[in-house]
Nanobody
Framework: QVLLVESGGGLVQAGGSLRLSCAAS????????MGWFRQAPGKEREFVAA????????RYADSVKGRSTISRDNAKITVWLQMNSLRPEDTAVYYC????????????????WGQGTQVTVSS
């Protein structure tokens, strides 16, 4: 089993920025497509961004496209999500996940999940 640990969440004012990090145990995570999801209270977990094994191909939800960047460093087995121009509707628990199928927007396609990190954006 792959262990994923998120960090970097916190409280930020609207218009601010955060960079979320996800560290993976072992070396197997470097062979997976990696994704970020988020879940607000009372809502279903939704897709945010995904990145291919090589890091060349990325995919974003419309809600964050143009103001978020996903990247990875396979040597360090780390995935980042840079979020700029944050809005109150971005408030959620953010999870990183590993997907062997590749670049899926469905949470059901992912095999491993981190514990989540809270992002709160104030008005």
């Amino acid at each position: 089993q792959v262990l994923l640990v998120e960090s970097g969440g916190g409280l930020v004012q609207a218009g601010g920025s955060l960079r979320l990090s996800c560290a993976a145990s072992g070396r197997t995570a470097s062979t997976y497509t990696m994704g970020w999801f988020r879940q607000a209270p009372g809502k279903e977990r939704e897709f945010v961004a995904a990145i291919s094994q090589s890091g060349v191909t990325t995919r974003y939800a419309d809600s964050v496209k143009g103001r978020s960047t996903i990247s990875r460093d396979n040597a360090k087995i780390t995935v980042w999500l840079q979020m700029n121009s944050l809005r109150p509707e971005d408030t959620a628990v953010y999870y990183c996940a590993a997907d062997r199928l590749g670049m899926s927007t469905s949470r059901y396609a992912y095999d491993f999940w981190g514990q989540g990190t809270q992002v709160t954006v104030s008005s």
